[in-house]
T-cell receptor, first 110, second 111 residues
């Protein structure tokens, strides 16, 4: 099992550009999550999904969108990148209980 | 709502024992996770407590008191590789199996 994979590892965006952060898990987990982590801070939940076709907002959803068309994939979309979205983004999945994290995407918006 | 409190930083000596405390106020509390996060890496699971008491797993142990809203992570025989951030994450019975993470305790292990 590859576990939770994320692409890209690093990305630099210009203000106003858009991009999609990819997340895939091969553990057949129902639950999936997107977090952002700013330097020296805790993880903040952006969006989560309890299964294919079902998504819901977390603590900091503004400026982001998600979709969950399959159990495996949970992409995160940034439509109009802003400097405040500079952060490290982690995707996680869970069968229930503990969450398994991907390696993260380090995003810089200039 | 959620309120989680951990010390920001701790320093300990290699070979020693350190206890990292976490207090929380969580509506519909269900259980509490501890994660370890090395700099520049993803968090990794350490322990999960649902019932009151101590759970031991090798050099790491975790304690929970549900009535006091209190947990601690105990690290024994500290090694340099234990230098990392330790995240306390209570979970609630609300939908989505969501965790709320504290800001973490940055542990530095010195010679």
């Amino acid at each position: 099992n590859a576990g939770v994979t994320q692409t890209p590892k690093f990305r630099i965006l210009k203000i106003g550009q858009s991009m999609t952060l990819q997340c895939t898990q091969d553990m057949n987990h129902n639950y999936m999550y997107w977090y952002r982590q700013d330097p020296g801070m805790g993880l903040k939940l952006i969006y989560y999904s309890v299964g294919a076709g079902i998504t819901d907002k977390g603590e900091v959803p503004n400026g982001y969108n998600v979709s969950r068309s399959t159990t495996e994939d949970f992409p995160l979309r940034l439509e109009l990148a802003a400097p405040s979205q500079t952060s490290v983004y982690f995707c996680a999945s869970s069968p229930s209980g503990g969450q398994f994290f991907g390696p993260g995407t380090r995003l810089t918006v200039l | 709502g959620q309120n989680i409190d951990q010390p920001t930083e701790m320093t300990a000596t290699e070979g020693a024992i350190v206890q990292i405390n976490c207090t929380y106020q969580t509506s519909g509390f269900n259980g509490l996770f501890w994660y370890q996060q090395h700099a520049g890496e993803a968090p990794t699971f350490l322990s999960y407590n649902v019932l009151d008491g101590l759970e031991e797993k090798g050099r790491f142990s975790s304690f929970l008191s549900r009535s006091k809203g209190y947990s601690y992570l105990l690290l024994k025989e500290l090694q340099m590789k234990d230098s990392a951030s330790y995240l306390c994450a209570p979970t609630s019975t609300g939908g989505g199996n969501k965790l709320t993470f504290g800001t973490g305790t940055q542990l530095k292990v010195e010679l």
